[in-house]
């Protein structure tokens, strides 16, 4: 059986959670109805005063009576003595009349409004003439008087002997007005719901009210009562929380229409203080009491008399406590405001220095950030310096490796050549000696290989000169070439310079021309160029370089 049990709680959990949010809606809705219970007592009194306009001295008595009645009825529940003087009219004017229904009518309601008063005496008097013999319907309202009668005088009784006695006639006279309500009537209802709860039928007598209650409307006095009945199956079924709802409604309605004899706001006033929600227990309590003494409900006020100072006391317990609380949070508050003082003071001294700090750091980071700068210009002029020296050398490599070779040919080529000569000087052809040392074919041929060598060889350094050389140029004039060469005069000098040879003297010894002659070409080249003519060859010096780094 245990194993499950985890099983029904967690099913029964959300039943139990609404009960509760239930519960506590229906509190927070008492609580704007006590908070507005001035503008029920004023639709009360409205109620009453129009109805008080009809009394003019050209009414019947029969009239009269039935207004009486109406005003009887209308303070029956809101004050007592008011309530008292229109059934006392009712039965002067009945006497008059010596209509025996209208007297009973009126004796029952006399008789009744003297035990809300706390007048016993008098009504017992009334009561014993036995009103309602005349009539067979008003025999069962003339028990409910007689059982309620009886019941508040067991409540006010002191003895155990008294108790019983009256609590004898109460169960008589309820069990007498059973007979004479229809089975169907709401009075009948009431009375028999009562008697099964006494007799421990709280599941049969919840099953009936809880049946009927949807169909009262939120304005008929009887859902007070019938909600208060529900509490109280509930209270004998020790339900809490169902038990506080029901009188949370009943109290809601009875705030509703004025009805300041009730018993529902002080039973749920206790209700609260048991399970320690003290501030809503007496504020309860003490509405309670305030209706009680205005409608001068002498039972009521007795009864919230009796629970009024142990609720009151509950209260300043907790007043003082809250005090208490008070007085140590404000003292937490100022030693927690003086710490907090001290923290920020220390805290305005550290941001201080770590201003300072941060300020230090921020110099450091600009140092540190120029001198990142300066270490990235240096690795920037270090790697075009290693590629400028990887260049170099590769330059060096090759002219060296061509250099040789075009020297080991022009020895051989000089020893050709001398040979010839010395064949021509042996055989006497002297002649033919004078015409070969006057000729410049030989050394012609020889400029024209020496230059194709150049070519070739340069072109096999920066095999994509002559594009990005264009690309330094307004247009490609000076690119164009003959058929079968490999660079123009214009293109040679701009390679000279590309390898460093920037004097126009040594450039006009290489390529055969006059100095001012290279000046011009220089010249006539820098006007062609595409930027400022101060950068064009420095512009030269990067040429192939973006393939090779």
Not at 60 to 82: A, M
Not at 126 to 138: F, Y
Not at 215 to 244: G, V, W
Request: glycine share 2%; charged share 25%.
């Amino acid at each position: 059986m245990n194993r499950f049990l985890p099983f029904l709680f967690v099913f029964l959990f959300p039943t139990l959670l609404l009960a509760q949010e239930n519960s506590t809606s229906l509190l927070r809705e008492l609580d704007q109805t006590i908070e507005n219970h001035q503008l029920y007592s004023n639709q009360k009194e409205h109620a009453i005063d129009s109805l008080k306009l009809l009394l003019k001295p050209a009414l019947s008595d029969l009239q009269k009576q039935e207004v009486y009645d109406q005003l009887y009825e209308e303070y029956r529940v809101y004050k007592s003595d008011s309530a008292l003087v229109f059934a006392r009219k009712s039965v002067q004017i009945a006497t008059r009349l010596k209509d025996p229904k209208r007297s009973d009518q009126a004796a029952l309601n006399l008789a009744s409004i003297m035990g809300t008063l706390g007048m016993y005496k008098e009504a017992t008097d009334i009561l014993a003439k036995n009103p309602g013999n005349h009539s067979p319907e008003l025999k069962g309202a003339y028990f409910v008087v007689n059982r309620v009668l009886y019941g508040y005088m067991y409540d006010y009784a002191t003895s155990a002997y008294e108790k019983e006695k009256y609590a004898t006639l109460t169960q008589k006279h309820r069990d007498s007005s059973l007979q004479h309500f229809p089975k169907q009537s709401r009075q009948h209802l009431i009375i028999q719901t009562e008697q099964l709860i006494k007799d421990g039928q709280e599941d049969e007598s919840l099953h009936q009210l809880l049946s009927v209650f949807p169909t009262i409307s939120l304005s008929d006095p009887d859902r007070a009562i019938f909600a208060y009945i529900i509490s109280h199956a509930y209270h004998q079924k020790k339900d809490r929380e169902a038990e506080k709802k029901w009188l949370a409604i009943s109290a809601i309605s009875d705030l509703k229409l004025a009805k300041k004899e009730n018993i529902s706001l002080r039973n749920l006033a206790f209700l609260l203080y048991e399970e320690g929600d003290i501030d809503r227990a007496y504020k309860y309590i003490q509405r309670s009491l305030e209706d009680a003494l205005f409608c001068n409900a002498r039972l009521r006020t007795y009864e919230i008399s009796k629970m009024m100072p142990i609720i009151s006391e509950a209260y300043e317990h907790q007043n003082q406590k809250n005090q208490q609380q008070l007085w140590l949070f404000l003292v937490s508050v100022s030693l927690l405001t003086v710490i907090l003082l001290i923290v920020l003071i220390l805290l305005f001294k550290q941001m201080k220095k770590l201003k300072i700090a941060q300020k230090d750091l921020n110099v450091a980071n600009t140092q540190l950030s120029e001198l990142n700068v300066a270490l990235h210009a240096i690795n920037l002029r270090l790697k075009e310096t290693n590629s400028t020296l990887t260049e170099a050398n590769l330059v060096k490599e090759i002219y060296i490796g061509k250099y040789m070779d075009q020297c080991s040919d022009y020895i051989g080529k000089l020893e050709a050549y001398r040979r010839k000569l010395n064949m021509m000087a042996t055989a006497g052809k002297m002649n033919n000696l004078i015409s070969a040392i006057k000729s410049k074919q030989f050394i012609e041929t020889e400029l024209k290989e020496f230059y194709s060598n150049f070519d070739k060889t340069f072109l096999l350094l920066f095999p994509d000169f002559i594009n990005e050389f264009e690309a330094l140029l307004v247009d490609s004039e000076l690119t164009q070439l003959k058929d079968g060469d490999l660079l123009n005069t214009e293109l040679r000098i701009v390679a000279l310079i590309r390898l460093g040879i920037k004097d126009s003297a040594k450039i006009a010894v290489f390529l055969r021309y006059s100095v001012s002659t290279i000046y011009n070409y220089r010249s006539q080249i820098k006007n062609k160029a595409a930027g400022p003519r101060e950068e064009f060859e420095a512009n030269v010096m990067q040429i192939g370089t973006k393939t090779k780094l």
